[in-house]
């Protein structure tokens, strides 16, 4: 990546943020930036793998001994010992720092509230104040697009066109600007699991409950609509019985969500079914026994995780820490007292797969003796991610939605991702490109920190926790299943909305 580029982004970053703007605070995030990989996959490899962002440009060292032996630090990028600075910090969660308008300092947390934090903090979060979710305007007309290549040459088309609509009212290098399925194959994709609820409603409790489907994190709330607008179309005596709850986290969000309902007059004909719930689902403390459809679309890769690493003679874990020193830098420690959730997690995980899981260190001897005759290698394995945050929404779906049936879809694999096993793309987005860095210790609310799910061992942990059983597809067999295909095929027999997204799943319980 242009190192010109680089400091051009940091600088407009960090431009209101005077304790940002020292030179070795911009050298550590410099560093980070300038060993990532260009931009432009996003663009060259649609139809294998997806990720949210788009451009739309126009044409370690040996851990210390005596008592810090606890504490593995480790400093890619400054080589400074922040022990006795880490011991004196006060340790913080995400909800402690819930309130607070400015980004904290001198603390300690783990990074799962690290990332919760970064993301998710309503004064400057990622979700909370920087992102814009990309429409197409009208809905493509894929039968009249001669290939795929037409489709994509169309997208980037309207995609500059939209960008350039908003730069006209409010310019800006460091727009956040993703998409997603839903908006991308509107209304075929939403159709699609409206066609999936009316079916699965009709053959378990109509007509007995209603049909009451809980959508978290619904973005513009283009699917909302689209589900809404097929049920009353197609099957009025269902739509009569439908309700439908968004919870949302986001304050701007669940703004957007409203005034796409009042935008036009179908959507207006729904606001008596529809109830937007501007809060975490992790603060969800009423119980709700009726049945119920749960959808999470694109939002499990949004779910904070905790990193572990493991000492390579021993394979006892480690939890990350991470230290936000006076002067706003990071610094990442790894400590062998695990905390309770990171705990319950590896015992879960350990009972729900008898065992069977990746980790991210050899476990055979000849694997272990050539790891260990490497020449400069560490004591400690790479990080493994592992989904905490997730094992707490199965938490709450089996304690306050006993009778839920999940409907999920996420990516299974993403490109870029940082070192480590199960590990995040964690990007952000300059003058219309994407830029991604190495590592998730990044100035918070300005990064999008995205991980992979692991549907071989989430599916089995949610088996475990709600005791339900579930099947995982792959998303273009569920769209096989679902779709009207003739939809979305282009003239060439091209289908995008099969052929996109190959790197995404769907778990649903059955």
């Not at 097929?230 to 986290?249: F, G, L, N, S």
């Not at 061992?457 to 949610?462: G, P, Q």
Request: aromatic share 12%; net charge neutral; with cysteine.
């Amino acid at each position: 990546m242009d190192s010109q580029l680089v400091n051009q982004l940091f600088k407009q970053l960090f431009r209101h943020h005077p304790a940002c703007q020292s030179q070795k605070h911009l050298r550590q995030l410099t560093t980070a930036t300038a060993t990532a990989h260009k931009g432009h996959r996003v663009q060259q490899h649609h139809s294998r793998q997806q990720r949210r962002p788009y451009s739309s440009r126009r044409p370690g060292a040996k851990p210390p001994v005596g008592d810090e032996t606890r504490w593995q630090q480790r400093a890619k990028l400054l080589n400074q010992d922040m022990t006795e600075e880490y011991k004196r910090a006060p340790m913080v969660t995400a909800a402690d720092l819930w309130g607070r308008k400015e980004r904290p300092r001198r603390v300690k947390m783990l990074l799962r509230d690290f990332i919760e934090d970064s993301l998710y903090n309503p004064n400057y979060g990622y979700f909370s104040k920087n992102v814009t979710i990309f429409t197409p305007g009208e809905p493509f007309d894929f039968p009249a697009l001669r290939d795929e290549t037409e489709f994509q040459n169309v997208l980037s088309q309207r995609y500059v066109e939209f960008e350039d609509k908003l730069d006209e009212v409010t310019p800006s290098d460091t727009r956040q600007l993703w998409y997603t399925p839903t908006e991308l194959f509107r209304p075929y994709y939403g159709e699609a699991i409206a066609r999936y609820l009316v079916a699965n409603y009709k053959l378990t409790t109509y007509p007995y409950h209603d049909l009451i489907i809980y959508e978290m994190g619904a973005g513009r709330g283009t699917l909302m609509l689209n589900i809404l607008d097929y049920i009353r179309d197609m099957d009025p005596d269902v739509y009569a019985r439908t309700q439908y709850k968004v919870i949302e986290i986001s304050d701007s969000l669940a703004k957007v969500q409203a005034s796409t309902l009042l935008r036009s007059a179908a959507g207006r004909g729904h606001v008596k079914k529809v109830e937007i719930i501007n809060k975490s689902i992790f603060e969800w403390s009423q119980p709700v026994p009726s049945p119920c459809f749960f959808l999470a679309f694109e939002v499990f890769d949004n779910f904070a995780h905790d990193a572990i690493r493991y000492d390579l003679a021993t394979e006892q874990p480690m939890q990350a820490v991470v230290l936000i020193s006076e002067s706003n830098d990071f610094f990442e420690f790894y400590t062998p007292t695990l905390d309770p959730v990171a705990e319950r997690y590896f015992r879960v995980r350990d009972v729900a797969t008898c065992g069977r899981y990746k980790v991210p260190y050899p476990t055979t001897k000849l694997g272990k003796w050539v790891s260990s005759i490497k020449p400069f290698s560490s004591t400690m394995s790479e990080p493994e991610y592992i989904p905490t945050r997730l094992m707490q929404f199965y938490d709450v779906l089996s304690k306050y939605f006993p009778a839920h049936r999940l409907l999920t879809s996420d990516f299974h694999s993403l490109p870029d991702a940082v070192p480590g096993l199960n590990a995040p793309i964690v990007q952000t987005r300059y003058q219309r490109r994407p830029v991604p860095v190495t590592t998730p210790l990044v100035h918070q609310g300005y990064f999008d920190i995205m991980f992979p799910t692991d549907f071989r061992v989430s599916e089995l942990v949610y088996q475990a926790i709600t005791g339900k059983l579930s099947r995982v597809m792959s998303h273009e067999e569920f769209m096989r299943s679902w779709a009207y295909l003739e939809e979305t095929e282009t003239q060439s027999g091209e289908n995008p909305l099969l052929k996109w997204y190959k790197n995404a799943s769907v778990m649903y319980t059955v």
